[in-house]
């Protein structure tokens, strides 16, 4: 059964999960756009992608990565895994406290989770099936599993197995097929540019075997590779056959009397990627595309810009040519701030590119 769209302002501002997320994303792909995945690392991050989404009258999607979440608890924790787990639970808890605030639905994402990191996903799944039982809402929208490195029949088992833990809250899990070149915080390796890597490209009957096995336990989601890598690289070198996606719809669509583009599919390794690719991937089916490295990129472009307008108040608390105080200078809040809005500024192209500028589907 396919799923009900959501139509403009049918959706309570806030976190979306269960049917209110399939419906995000089924009327994604009606009305041909995307939404960004926005990797955060602090309630900055969070705050600036909030903001950027509400300005843009634009849903979004905040997600964390197994490092991230461990920054956003604080890396002065000793317990590794355990900060993962706290970190992701704190963001979430934030995002859900101030998402509906800001008049805009939500999808709460943790990104690629490979074999080695398993159990942290289980521990979220603990932490998310307490609030589950409390509320009667999963704490995340969905998890990610990236498997990809592993014998394709052990992934989707493992996915499979995952998954029916997630149907049972209205999770939906993202799981990754072929081999998205780059490294994001620890998951890949190095991409060598100048290889013929096979793996970058997803095999369409790969993708069928995923849907004949997920499909029917609950709601998924593929980051299929058609030659994307994490980072930016320089022109040229990446070559993107977004033809890939359309191949693989087409046959899980043939094989299950499907409606044209069944599969949702995720964008990874989106910073820097042409915009024409962009548009032809959303044409086929994809709903989502991470960014990261652009969105880190202007956090940081927004402080170096500040300090280099104010270079004393970050060397001496008082001016020593005046002697006059640089406290409204060195404040936190005002580097802090100047960040937050090169990332509004950042993301609000990626809005733009993608489609989604005003068409949040959530009630005003």
Request: glycine share 10%.
């Amino acid at each position: 059964m396919p799923d009900t769209v959501a139509r403009p302002n049918t959706l309570k501002p806030g976190v979306v999960t269960g049917d209110d997320y399939r419906a995000l994303v089924a009327g994604c792909k009606e009305g041909g756009y995307a939404l960004p995945a926005v990797n955060v690392t602090s309630t900055h991050t969070i705050n600036g992608v909030l903001e950027a989404a509400a300005k843009n009258n634009s849903d979004v999607i905040i997600q964390l990565s197994n490092s991230g979440a461990q920054y956003y608890a604080g890396l002065g924790l000793p317990d590794a895994a355990k900060a993962r787990v706290l970190g992701a639970v704190a963001a979430a808890k934030h995002v859900h406290l101030l998402a509906e605030h800001y008049g805009i639905c939500v999808v709460l994402h943790t990104d690629h989770a490979n074999k080695k990191l398993i159990p942290w996903v289980e521990g979220l799944l603990s932490e998310g099936e307490a609030h589950y039982k409390a509320t009667g809402r999963s704490l995340f929208s969905s998890h990610m599993l990236d498997l990809s490195e592993e014998p394709i029949d052990w992934n989707l088992n493992e996915c499979a197995r995952i998954l029916k833990r997630m149907a049972a809250m209205g999770m939906s899990l993202e799981i990754e097929l072929g081999v998205t070149g780059g490294e994001e915080d620890g998951i890949g390796g190095e991409f060598d540019e100048s290889a013929d890597n096979s793996k970058l490209y997803t095999q369409p009957e790969d993708v069928l075997q995923a849907y004949d096995m997920l499909a029917p336990i609950g709601s998924f989601s593929v980051a299929a590779s058609f030659g994307n890598v994490h980072g930016v690289y320089k022109p040229g070198n990446v070559k993107l056959r977004p033809e890939i996606l359309k191949n693989s719809q087409d046959l899980v669509a043939k094989q299950h009397s499907a409606a044209k583009n069944p599969l949702n599919l995720v964008f990874h390794g989106g910073s820097g990627s042409e915009k024409e690719k962009i548009s032809e991937a959303i044409r086929y089916g994809v709903f989502k595309m991470n960014i990261d490295t652009d969105t880190q990129f202007a956090f940081a472009e927004g402080v170096g810009a500040y300090v280099d307008a104010h270079p004393v108040a970050f060397k001496h608390q008082l001016d020593p040519a005046t002697g006059d105080p640089q406290k409204k200078y060195y404040d936190p809040r005002k580097w802090m701030r100047a960040a937050e809005e090169k990332l509004v500024e950042r993301l609000t192209e990626a809005f733009t590119d993608l489609g989604a500028t005003g068409k949040s589907m959530a009630r005003n």
